[in-house]
């Protein structure tokens, strides 16, 4: 699928709620792509609690700060994609994750999730978000991205793909630097300083 991809802005928020409210983003409602960005509770909340309003409310502030915390795709004019990413330092859970604990002490961004409506699935969407990712990481001073993704054979529940699976990433030029889990790599890739603007 070929896709359109801009940052999150405070004019597209609303394209975000539309994909989060669609089929299959359930878990997205609940988190708002707040977990890993706060250390604390285990379990991401349904989508009608108190804590669900309140990592919505979140992620709308980092929005309207001025911070873009991910990337939304878009097919023509429908939102059909995000990817949550930014510096690792951002992903305040990462710090003390036996799995996604850091590598070393280099600068990377994270990219730590992807949201995909059940209805665009296997289209190729999650890997054009990670292709812009990688690229929109560049132009903000990145030299290394990073990804937590999931290694299993066969068949996965969607649900628990938030990440990514290890073939996506590993098309898009990434390469194992750890492995606290056999099935949850940590990969790498790095990037070329972007030119500056003539």
């Known amino acids: 699928m070929k896709l359109t991809v801009h940052p999150l802005t405070p004019e597209r928020w609303p394209d975000l709620e539309t994909l989060f409210g669609a089929p299959g983003c359930s878990v997205a409602r609940g988190c708002w792509c707040m977990y890993y960005r706060r250390s604390g509770s285990n379990e991401v909340p349904g989508g009608q609690t108190p804590q669900a309003r309140r990592n919505k409310a979140a992620l709308k502030a980092l929005v309207d700060d001025g911070r873009p915390p991910g990337l939304i795709g878009y097919q023509g004019d429908v939102p059909v994609g995000w990817v949550s ?20 002490d280099q600068p990377v961004w994270s990219i730590v999730c992807f949201v995909v409506p059940s209805e665009f699935r296997g289209q190729g969407v999650a890997q054009a978000l990670l292709d812009a990712a990688v690229a929109y990481a560049r132009r903000q001073g990145a030299r290394l991205v990073e ?17 990514g699976a290890r073939s996506m990433y590993d098309r898009a030029g990434f390469e194992e630097v750890a492995r606290r889990k056999p099935t949850r790599p940590v990969v790498r890739r790095r990037v070329r300083p972007a030119r500056p603007a003539r």
């Open 85 to 104: 990413l930014g510096p690792r330092e951002d992903y305040r859970k990462l710090e003390r994750s036996p799995v996604m604990k850091p590598v070393d």
């Open 147 to 163: 990804a937590y993704p999931v290694d299993k054979q066969g068949r996965q529940d969607a649900q628990s793909m938030w990440f």
